[in-house]
């Protein structure tokens, strides 16, 4: 019974830990995970649980009580740094690449857990963590979100005119030209404008999609302290996951293009079988290959 528990309880941490991840991956400027925006895609999750997760492994996450909406708000703990705010947006950003050792910690923890409380029979008998001394008001935590917001722009340092459209000027030859030739004339510069702004747009996407499709190949790929070292994925699976993990409106087709051009330029194997395509799967290196897909 008791590995049952635990084993549950493993799995819960590790989906937890993986979505919020890819939460703050694809939320740049909304940083905040609400305990009833996730429920739906975790079906184990639930108060309780999450209590219990935080009473084992404490400095797993920053529980915010919301008594307003009855909600939770969970977020990262904060690394010890000076400006309190720098250390947990670093944190945020850094956790796509610190889950393998959150999981391992986590771990370590049940088992001490378990190893002194032998007699657990179900999960009622594992405590909820305490979260009254946390509360605070929801005006409270919204000033604290618009800060976290307000400290990314000014951290941005490019300005935006800098991605601005500048229509070319007409010189004043130009106001020789008909008023047919000068409708034709501004309508060509508007298309230029259209064109111009959907390449970038095409552009950014991509590349942006791209990174976001790499982190969820990179969670299910073989770790360091797994006993596989080569694992097979199929392009079926990783759509759903894709579709259930971001807010991506790119077709099937050109996802299907995305997957096929990281494995490109990975050198991962893409297998073949029926109807079936499948990725070869090895160790991934996350440093390394997002130089790599950045190229």
Do not use: W
């Not at 722009?153 to 008909?178: A, C, G, Q, V």
């Not at 299907?256 to 799967?281: A, T």
């Amino acid at each position: 019974m008791n590995d049952d528990i635990k084993l549950l309880l493993y799995k819960l941490f590790k989906k937890l830990d993986t979505l919020i991840a890819i939460h703050y991956q694809t939320n740049y400027l909304s940083n905040t995970v609400k305990l009833s925006k996730i429920q739906d895609k975790l079906i184990e999750l639930n108060k309780n649980n999450l209590l219990k997760l935080k009473y084992i492994y404490n400095e797993s996450y920053n529980l915010i009580y919301i008594p307003n909406e009855n909600d939770i708000i969970i977020d990262v703990m904060p690394m010890p740094m000076p400006n309190n705010n720098e250390s947990i947006e670093l944190t945020r950003c850094n956790l796509i690449k610190n889950l393998n050792s959150r999981l391992l910690k986590f771990k370590l923890k049940l088992d001490e857990y378990f190893k002194e409380n032998s007699k657990i029979t179900s999960l009622n008998d594992i405590p909820n963590y305490k979260i009254t001394n946390t509360k605070v008001q929801k005006s409270s935590i919204s000033s604290t979100i618009n800060t976290l917001k307000l400290n990314k722009i000014e951290k941005l340092s490019n300005p935006r005119s800098k991605f601005e459209y500048h229509e070319k000027k007409i010189t004043n030859n130009n106001s020789k030209l008909s008023l047919l030739e000068r409708i034709k004339l501004k309508e060509t510069l508007q298309k230029e404008k259209e064109e111009k702004s959907n390449l970038k747009s095409t552009s950014f996407n991509s590349n942006s999609n791209i990174k976001l499709i790499y982190d969820i190949i990179y969670e299910q790929s073989p770790k360091f302290n797994s006993d596989k070292l080569q694992i097979n994925l199929s392009f079926k699976k990783l759509n759903q996951l894709i579709k259930d993990s971001l807010n991506i409106t790119t077709s099937l087709n050109d996802m299907n293009k995305l997957i096929e051009l990281i494995c490109y330029k990975l050198n991962l194997i893409i297998v073949k079988i029926g109807d079936i395509k499948l990725i070869k799967l090895r160790l991934l290196n996350r440093d390394d290959d997002l130089k790599k897909l950045s190229e």
